[in-house]
């Protein structure tokens, strides 16, 4: 167990350490700060007012490109989920899952992790509103739904131990 525990905290210290840099650093490797603010902005444009276009990456950094996404009660939702990576869907898988109002996420994301042959979605699970298929680097996937009643939902990545980093807020108005 002590080893799992080393095991666990070497892998959550890379990851820290890889997050860290100055701005410069990541601009070489062609990825801009700016940039990416102002992708967010383009990505969720509407083609029109019953639809909500949703572009949402995951990288190998295990983040998401935005925390919090807002849509209106009852509108066509379709999400798109990009992989910008470039790692295996074995080793750096991500999904989109859209859980229910007041379902435990970190009850639902144990769960999840046991459940490779489901695409780490719990079998017979009712939390899930919607959610994508896992994608590795390169990969894109896309789902349609419709936004749930007005309230405040969370959204993670139910690949395993992803969703302590890659989370956020479905906000519907």
Do not use: W
């Given at each position: 167990?002590?080893?799992?525990?080393?095991?666990?905290?070497?892998?959550?210290?890379?990851?820290l350490l890889f997050n860290c840099g100055n701005k410069e650093e990541k601009?070489?490797e062609g990825f801009s700060y700016e940039k990416a603010n102002t992708q967010?902005?383009?990505?969720?444009?509407?083609?029109?007012?019953?639809?909500?276009?949703?572009?949402?990456?995951?990288?190998?950094?295990?983040?998401?490109?935005?925390?919090?996404?807002?849509?209106?009660?009852?509108?066509?939702?379709?999400?798109?989920?990009?992989?910008?990576?470039?790692?295996?869907?074995?080793?750096?898988?991500?999904?989109?899952?859209?859980?229910?109002?007041?379902?435990?996420?970190?009850?639902?994301?144990?769960?999840?992790?046991?459940?490779?042959?489901?695409?780490?979605?719990?079998?017979?699970?009712?939390?899930?509103?919607?959610?994508?298929?896992?994608?590795?680097?390169?990969?894109?996937?896309?789902?349609?739904?419709?936004?749930?009643?007005?309230?405040?939902?969370?959204?993670?990545?139910?690949?395993?131990?992803?969703?302590?980093?890659?989370?956020?807020?479905?906000?519907?108005?």
């Amino acid at each position: 167990m002590k080893i799992i525990k080393i095991q666990l905290l070497a892998f959550f210290a890379s990851v820290l350490l890889f997050n860290c840099g100055n701005k410069e650093e990541k601009k070489q490797e062609g990825f801009s700060y700016e940039k990416a603010n102002t992708q967010k902005e383009a990505e969720t444009k509407k083609v029109d007012d019953n639809v909500a276009n949703i572009v949402l990456t995951g990288n190998d950094m295990m983040q998401f490109s935005t925390k919090e996404i807002k849509v209106k009660a009852g509108q066509k939702v379709r999400l798109t989920l990009r992989h910008i990576g470039k790692l295996d869907v074995n080793i750096m898988g991500h999904n989109f899952v859209l859980l229910k109002k007041d379902v435990d996420l970190v009850a639902f994301a144990a769960a999840a992790a046991t459940q490779k042959d489901n695409k780490y979605i719990p079998q017979g699970t009712q939390d899930v509103i919607a959610h994508t298929d896992i994608i590795g680097g390169g990969q894109v996937t896309t789902i349609e739904f419709d936004a749930p009643e007005v309230g405040t939902y969370e959204y993670l990545c139910s690949f395993p131990a992803h969703y302590a980093m890659m989370r956020g807020q479905f906000i519907v108005e």
